[in-house]
């Protein structure tokens, strides 16, 4: 288990490298920031002011130079449009993320693996049915619409829950139902398939033929061995939310790292694009280990 | 929650990245920033008719040889305590044209030198070369700081205005105090909240269910109350520039055509909101020398096909391919407005076609030098000027050497450089002298809208949009019914 997890670390920082290399060639092949920070109307001498101000004016090949020294000392350099270190601005807009996201996770996680294993052993049944349906539901409704109906329905007509924003536990509340409705209609779909397939398998008819009640027998007994190609979904799905949830940040007013995001990639704020992106790919290769335990846990074989 | 008494919550589109003085004049800065925290020389009167009134400046006077002399009023105090003077006013210009940062208001001032001489503590002489008729106007563009500030962009703003800024977190909200030692009249608003939220749905909602009490930008889909809702025109124009090089739209009767060939009317209270208004200048009609005698073009499609038929027989080639360019998200249903536009001209024989870009693409297109094009590129797109003055438009706009011209024309050249030199009513009539020869006789571009912006303002508020509520928003224009 540790050498995986060894190898699985090598590979993650072979991988950022790349990333870095990447994202920064990339990002300055798509123009010009002086164009985007400076007004329509300025001036050539602005535009080179602002360039040289910025470093932009240096080789392409000088200025990555000059970037991976800054990187070896944790300096991302200064955001363009916010005049701050790009880390700070990234880290502010992280520590909102990170807990929209692993708090969204766990309620999936639990919602899914509980109402699913449920709906595969009534197979067929009205619980079933419903579990099906909602899921569904779930999977393939825009983000976006049911965000916006959710505020009109929950803050403008019944006065219950704030708009939008983060001041208080009741601002979460909205932002964190609308992110759990998609994942949650995937995930429980694979949870009921997965439990359908173990529950047909021969151990679970020994364990019933020795008078093994309902509940140890889903989730005791073929839970465990349900849950490996659910814990891949899952691990899907975490990255995506670590990545950002770009269409809740922006109607509830969330100031999280998707947002931050694309908002940088318009703005040519390359120093908050780097960061963000390596931040972000850091969390993902983090989550991913974690995932990797879980399957070693989960499975004596991959751990040998 | 807004608040039953005094303070006010201000939802925005957009969050500022910085609260700096220097950067006023960018609309999402500004609409915190300006006449808030920092204040100006002067100040452009844009609900009624008075012109430029002064603010920091109780009075100034022209000296001759581009030399203006400005009297500071005595006794105002900025935020920290200190008083205002004119040694404040050269370093606030000092940090603008420095090269340590990047200031937008420097960009009014392209190509003037400008030197001050302090005379004592509340006279200062500007000199401007070349000499500048409309200096006091530009002196209502430039925010004034104390001499410590730093050359470089601050966090803090330390201004002379009614207001303090005594919270920001970054991504979430900006709070400002109303100032009890403020040198002027005291605003009734006693605390302003900005939020941010990007969806205009959310703002509106916002104020509906009382958590803002004005959304000064919403769009017409979310505009249906009609004792909140505001619309007012926003100072912005659109239009299609058309190049004069390119063939066939070198051709005037081509640039006719475009222009006969577009139903204006169409749009308005369809993709448009109602009380957008029909453009014949690239400025809207609140500006000096603005010319209530260009007439918006007819819209003719068997004209178009005529003038086409004409310039065709000429040997222009008329079916070379004309690409309209648009900016995504340029302003609400752009993508539409757009589709229409291509729909009419291919509607009376054009060969043109759309690509929608993102905004830095749109730059490459809208600004010199143009990309090379196997016909001609019409490029859609939103100028903004509610500054009172043709000269923040028309040289960009039409001249020669213009950025984003297409016009090569000596006469226009001629004529904005003599308007721009001049003053008082002359300047006025060869501003408007100009208008009508861009709009009638050479048919420079395709002027199409002056637009509407929609405000939402909760009803316990006495607050009117004008065409500055793009720019700023003074919190001493709100009172409380």
Known sequence: MIKLIGQRAIASVLSLLGLMVLVFFLSRLTGDPAVLFLPIDASEAMKAQFRALHGLDAPLIEQFGRYVLDLLQFDFGDSLRKARPAIDVVMEAYAWTLPLALITLCLVVVAAVVLGSLAAFNVGGFFDRMVSIVSLIGASAPDFWIAIVAIVLFSINLGWLPTSGVGTPLHWVLPIAVLFIRPFGLIVQVVRGSMLSALSAPYVKTARAKGVKNLPIIFIHTLRNAMLPVITVIGDQAAAMLNGAVIVETIFGFPGIGKLMIDSILQRDFNVVLAAIMVTAVAIFIMNMLIDVAYGLLDPRIRH | ?481
């Not at chain 2, 470089?152 to 970054?170: C, H, K, L, N, S």
């Not at chain 2, 073009?297 to 003038?307: I, V």
Request: hydrophobic share 40%; aromatic share 8%; with cysteine.
């Open chain 2, 1 to 481: 929650m807004a608040q039953d008494n005094t303070a006010i919550t201000v939802v925005l589109s957009e969050e500022l990245d910085l609260v700096e003085p220097c950067m006023a004049t960018r609309s999402n800065i500004g609409r915190v920033i300006l006449q808030n925290i920092s204040e100006t020389l002067t100040e452009l009167d844009v609900r009624g008719d008075k012109g430029l009134m002064p603010r920091l400046a109780d009075s100034w006077e022209d000296k001759g040889d581009g030399t203006w002399q400005f009297k500071l009023h005595p006794g105002v105090t900025f935020s920290d305590g200190t008083t205002l003077d004119a040694a404040d006013v050269k370093h606030s210009f000092d940090r603008v044209f420095s090269d340590q940062l990047t200031c937008e208001s420097a960009r009014y001032f392209a190509d003037t030198a400008l030197s001050f001489n302090i005379v004592d503590d509340t006279t200062i002489d500007i000199t401007a070369v070349p000499a500048q008729p409309i200096l006091p106007l530009l002196m209502s563009l430039v925010t004034i700081v104390p001499s410590e500030t730093p050359m470089e962009f601050v966090r803090d703003p330390i201004g002379t205005g009614p207001y303090v800024m005594t919270e920001w977190t970054a991504g979430q909200q900006i709070v400002l105090d109303r100032r009890e030692d403020y040198w002027g009249a005291q605003p009734e608003v006693s605390k302003a909240t900005y939020l941010f939220r990007s969806e205009p749905a959310v703002r509106a909602g916002m104020v509906a269910a009382g958590e803002a009490d004005i959304a000064p930008q919403i769009t017409a889909e979310v505009a249906d109350n009609t004792a909140t809702d505001f619309s007012y025109l926003n100072s912005e124009t659109v239009y299609l520039r058309v190049d004069g090089q390119d063939a066939p739209t070198s051709d005037i009767r081509i640039r006719q055509a475009l222009n006969a060939a577009i139903d204006r009317e169409a749009f308005i209270g369809t993709v448009l909101p109602t009380g957008t208004e029909l453009a014949v200048a690239m400025v809207p009609p609140t500006t000096l020398g603005w010319n209530p005698d260009v007439a918006v073009p007819a819209y003719d499609p068997e004209l178009a096909k005529k003038l086409i038929a004409e310039a065709q027989a000429d040997g222009v080639d008329t079916s070379l391919p004309i690409e309209v360019v648009a900016r995504t998200e340029n302003f609400p249903n752009v993508t539409e407005v757009a589709e229409a536009l291509v729909q009419m001209f291919n509607e009376v024989g054009f060969t043109a076609t759309l690509r929608m870009v993102e905004v830095a693409e749109h730059e490459q297109y809208y600004s010199k030098p143009y990309p090379e094009s196997e016909g001609t590129r019409l490029v859609l797109a939103q100028h903004d000027n509610s500054r009172g003055d043709p000269a923040f438009s028309m040289f960009f706009k039409y001249d020669s050497e213009g950025t984003q011209s297409g016009v090569n024309d000596p006469k226009v050249d001629d004529l904005i450089a003599r308007a721009s030199a001049a003053t008082g009513d002359e300047r006025a009539a060869l501003w408007s002298e100009l208008f009508a020869y861009v709009h009638d006789e050479i048919v420079a571009d395709v002027l199409l809208f002056h637009m509407v912006g929609l405000s939402r303002v909760s009803e316990r508020l006495d607050f009117t949009p004008t065409i500055a509520t793009n720019q700023q928003l003074q919190l001493s224009e709100i009172g409380f019914k």
